[in-house]
Every structure is written in structure tokens, then in C-alpha cells.
């Protein structure tokens, strides 16, 4: 088994107009770096959908941190406006 603060999983994950989960999230995860890549979203963290107008808002150049087991499960993103976002989520394990 890796050790800790070791990369353990990747995915290219888009956000699009409807409630979007992470979708690989390997099960010994305990955190994620996601950066946003093209489209403005919002995103909630507490396992209900956000809207184009509700939730936090991460810029295309952000970075989300994900820290413990149930902010990965409890993700949810969506796009703000016509342009998908594309996150780029490495998993890890402390």
C-alpha cells in the first residue's frame, strides 16, 4: 500500500450544465487537488447540487482542495454559463 502523501488516482472530469459528481475516486482516497481548466463552475461540498447562481465559484486557473472522505463523496459541480468546466482531480492518501 502507498505510503502517505502519495498520488494514488487521476481523472479529466467535465462539468456541465447538470449536477456533476466526482466520478473516479479511487476508495482509499482521502483528498484531492482539482484545478479548473476552461469553463467557470460552482461547486458544493455538502452532498446537495448546486446552481449556475448557488454554491462556491471557481474560476478557470482555480484550484479546489478536498480534504477527508466526505467532501469527495459530497462533491457536486456545475457549470456557470455555455462553456463546460474540465477538472483536473489527482487523488491522494496521508
Excluded: W
Excluded at 467535465?14 to 463552475?41: K, M, R, Y
Amino acid at each position: 500500500m502507498p505510503g502517505p502523501g502519495v498520488t494514488i488516482g487521476y481523472e479529466s472530469l467535465t462539468v456541465g450544465a447538470a449536477s456533476t459528481p466526482l466520478a473516479s475516486v479511487p476508495a482509499s482516497a482521502d483528498h484531492a487537488v482539482c484545478t479548473n481548466e476552461t469553463g467557470q463552475i460552482r461547486f458544493r461540498i455538502d452532498g446537495v447540487a448546486p446552481t449556475a447562481a448557488e454554491g462556491h465559484l471557481l474560476e478557470i486557473g482555480g484550484t479546489l482542495n478536498l480534504e477527508g472522505k466526505g467532501e469527495l463523496a459530497n462533491f457536486r459541480g456545475i457549470r456557470t454559463g455555455g462553456t463546460s468546466g474540465v477538472l483536473k482531480v489527482s487523488y491522494g492518501i496521508y
